[in-house]
């Protein structure tokens, strides 16, 4: 389960989402008028440092997983993660009981590359027969 909730926090289903200011506000210094749009940026928000031990790196143990945004929060949560965490579940535990001793290599973390660090330069294997 952690390790599709880690995946879900590094590749969440979308990386951002736009919302409407309700009312003039002021946001940590920045003036906000009603109407205005807000793009939220969910990828860089499980990627904050002040919210998630090492965030750029892609660990499957990592406790503060429930802070999470992949899939909103609240009026905005979204219904299909259950069914989402599901089949993710379903198709890692068939790729791991073909692939028993398939496992991450502990020696070779995961970096993130690209203009939104959505992919992986790579996903350093190990496989013992």
Request: aromatic share 6%; with cysteine.
């Amino acid at each position: 389960v952690t390790a599709v909730k880690e995946a879900a926090r590094w590749h969440p289903p979308f990386s951002a989402s736009v919302r409407y200011v309700a009312t003039d506000t002021l946001f940590h210094g920045a003036e906000m008028r009603a109407g205005e749009k807000v793009y939220m940026m969910i990828l860089s928000a499980n990627r904050d440092e002040h919210v998630f031990r090492a965030p750029e790196r892609f660990d499957i143990a990592r406790e503060d997983l429930r802070l999470s945004i992949a899939f909103g929060r609240g009026l905005h949560h979204c219904i299909g993660e259950a069914l989402t965490e599901i089949a993710a579940r379903e198709a890692l535990d068939a790729t791991l009981s073909a692939l028993p001793g398939l496992r991450l290599d502990p020696q070779r973390p995961t970096e993130p590359r690209g203009i939104s660090h959505h992919e992986l330069a790579r996903l350093d294997v190990l496989y013992d027969t």
